[in-house]
C-alpha cells in the first residue's frame, strides 16, 4: 500500500540520453532482438529434443526463460522512454519493475546453484546421479528455484511501499529498490536488515558452488575422461556464474556506494550490464560449448533451410 503521497517517479538517469537517443533506441532493439532470438531459440532446441530433457538442461531451459522473463520487465519500457521528452513512471509501475527485474536476478542465482549441484552429482556421484536427480525431484527444484525469489522480492516490495517517501527522483534507467528506500522520509531499519540478509543468503549460494567446484575439480584432474566431462559442461556454467555475479555486483556497489563523480553515462552502464550481458552470453555460451545442444541446433537450422528453399523453388 502506498503511504506516501508520490504517484509517479521521475528517471534521472536519462538526463545522459538526450543527444543519442535515436542511436541509443536503435541498438536497444536490436540488443531485444539478439536476446529473444538466442533465448527462444535454445528453450525451443531443448523442448524439441526428448535427448535434451535431462536435468543440466531443464535447468538450462530455466535460466533462459528468466532471461527473457528479467528482459522483458527493462526493454520495453527503455525504448518508450528513450524517444520520449518526460521520463515518469507510475508508482505501482516503478514497483512492478523492481519485482521483475529484481526477482530475475534471484531466479538467476537459484538456477546456477542447481546447475552446479547437477555437475557435482554427475562427476563427483556418477552411480548415484539418476536416482538423486529423478524427474520428480528435477521438476521440484526448478519450481522452487522461482517459487522462494519470487517470495523474497514480494517480501521487500511490501516492505518497500509501507514507506512515506519524501522524493521522487531515481538516479536510473529503470526503478531500483534500493533508490526508492532512500527516497524514505523515516527510519528504514527493516528494509536494510531484509536486504542484509537477502544479501547474505544469496552470497551462501556463491560459495556453495564454490565448494562444488573444489570437488570438482578435484575428481575431474584424476582422469582424461574427467578433465573432457567438466570442460563441456562445467566451463560454460563457471562462464555464467562469474557473468552474472560481476554484473550484479556493478549494479549493487553503484546502487549503494557510487560517486556522484562519476559521468552519468558511466553509472547508467553500470547500472544496465546486468541486463544486457546475461541474457545473451548464457545462451551462446551453452549453446555452442555444450555438444548436443549445438548438433540440434545445426540440424534444426539446416532443416529449415531446406525447407525454405524447397518452398522457395
Same mark, same amino acid.
Given at each position: 500500500? /502506498?503511504?506516501?503521497?508520490?504517484?509517479?517517479?521521475?528517471?534521472?538517469?536519462?538526463?545522459?540520453?538526450?543527444?543519442? &537517443?535515436? *542511436?541509443?533506441?536503435?541498438?536497444?532493439?536490436?540488443?531485444?532482438?539478439?536476446? %529473444?532470438?538466442? /533465448?527462444?531459440?535454445?528453450?525451443?532446441?531443448? +523442448?524439441?529434443?526428448? !535427448? %535434451?530433457?535431462?536435468?543440466?538442461?531443464?535447468?538450462?531451459?530455466?535460466?533462459?526463460? !528468466?532471461?527473457?522473463?528479467? *528482459?522483458?520487465?527493462?526493454?520495453? =519500457?527503455?525504448?518508450?522512454?528513450?524517444?520520449?521528452?518526460?521520463?515518469?513512471?507510475?508508482?505501482?509501475?516503478?514497483?512492478?519493475?523492481?519485482?521483475?527485474?529484481?526477482? !530475475?536476478?534471484?531466479?538467476?542465482?537459484?538456477?546456477?546453484?542447481?546447475?552446479? @549441484?547437477? &555437475?557435482?552429482?554427475?562427476?563427483?556421484?556418477?552411480?548415484?546421479?539418476?536416482?538423486?536427480?529423478?524427474?520428480? =525431484?528435477?521438476?521440484?527444484?526448478?519450481?522452487?528455484?522461482?517459487?522462494?525469489?519470487?517470495?523474497?522480492? *514480494?517480501?521487500?516490495?511490501?516492505?518497500?511501499?509501507? %514507506?512515506?517517501?519524501?522524493?521522487?527522483?531515481?538516479?536510473?534507467?529503470?526503478?531500483?529498490?534500493?533508490?526508492?528506500?532512500?527516497?524514505?522520509?523515516?527510519?528504514?531499519?527493516?528494509?536494510?536488515?531484509?536486504?542484509?540478509?537477502?544479501? *547474505?543468503?544469496?552470497?551462501?549460494?556463491?560459495?556453495? +558452488?564454490?565448494?562444488?567446484?573444489?570437488?570438482?575439480? #578435484?575428481?575431474?584432474?584424476?582422469?582424461?575422461?574427467? =578433465?573432457?566431462?567438466?570442460?563441456?559442461?562445467?566451463?560454460?556454467?563457471?562462464?555464467?556464474?562469474? #557473468?552474472?555475479?560481476?554484473?550484479?555486483?556493478?549494479?549493487?556497489?553503484?546502487? &549503494? @556506494?557510487?560517486?556522484?563523480?562519476?559521468?552519468?553515462?558511466?553509472? !547508467?552502464?553500470?547500472? +544496465?550490464?546486468?541486463?544486457?550481458?546475461?541474457?545473451?552470453? /548464457?545462451?551462446?555460451?551453452?549453446?555452442?560449448? %555444450?555438444?548436443?545442444?549445438? =548438433?540440434?541446433?545445426?540440424?534444426?537450422? &539446416?532443416?529449415?533451410?531446406?525447407?525454405?528453399?524447397?518452398?522457395?523453388?
Amino acid at each position: 500500500m /502506498n503511504t506516501s503521497s508520490i504517484v509517479v517517479f521521475s528517471l534521472t538517469g536519462f538526463s545522459a540520453t538526450v543527444n543519442y &537517443r535515436v *542511436t541509443l533506441f536503435s541498438l536497444t532493439l536490436l540488443c531485444y532482438f539478439l536476446i %529473444l532470438m538466442v /533465448n527462444i531459440a535454445l528453450i525451443l532446441t531443448i +523442448i524439441s529434443d526428448q !535427448n %535434451l530433457h535431462e536435468p543440466m538442461y531443464i535447468f538450462l531451459c530455466s535460466l533462459c526463460i !528468466n532471461g527473457l522473463y528479467g *528482459t522483458a520487465g527493462f526493454f520495453p =519500457r527503455f525504448a518508450f522512454d528513450l524517444l520520449s521528452d518526460t521520463h515518469l513512471i507510475s508508482y505501482v509501475g516503478c514497483l512492478l519493475q523492481v519485482f521483475v527485474i529484481y526477482s !530475475n536476478a534471484k531466479v538467476d542465482y537459484s538456477t546456477l546453484v542447481l546447475m552446479a @549441484y547437477d &555437475r557435482y552429482l554427475a562427476i563427483c556421484r556418477p552411480l548415484e546421479y539418476h536416482s538423486v536427480m529423478s524427474v520428480r =525431484r528435477t521438476v521440484v527444484l526448478v519450481t522452487l528455484s522461482w517459487l522462494v525469489p519470487l517470495c523474497f522480492e *514480494t517480501l521487500v516490495i511490501s516492505l518497500t511501499s509501507t %514507506l512515506k517517501l519524501c522524493g521522487s527522483n531515481i538516479n536510473k534507467l529503470y526503478c531500483e529498490n534500493w533508490s526508492i528506500v532512500k527516497l524514505a522520509c523515516g527510519s528504514t531499519k527493516v528494509n536494510d536488515i531484509v536486504g542484509l540478509i537477502f544479501i *547474505t543468503f544469496y552470497c551462501c549460494h556463491v560459495v556453495c +558452488i564454490a565448494c562444488s567446484y573444489v570437488q570438482l575439480v #578435484n575428481v575431474a584432474l584424476k582422469s582424461r575422461a574427467g =578433465r573432457k566431462k567438466f570442460t563441456q559442461t562445467c566451463a560454460p556454467h563457471l562462464f555464467c556464474l562469474l #557473468n552474472v555475479t560481476t554484473a550484479l555486483l556493478f549494479d549493487l556497489m553503484f546502487s &549503494r @556506494y557510487g560517486s556522484a563523480s562519476l559521468p552519468q553515462h558511466l553509472k !547508467n552502464f553500470m547500472a +544496465i550490464e546486468f541486463l544486457i550481458i546475461p541474457p545473451i552470453l /548464457n545462451p551462446v555460451c551453452y549453446g555452442w560449448v %555444450l555438444t548436443k545442444i549445438r =548438433r540440434r541446433m545445426i540440424f534444426l537450422c &539446416r532443416k529449415s533451410m531446406s525447407l525454405f528453399k524447397k518452398r522457395l523453388f
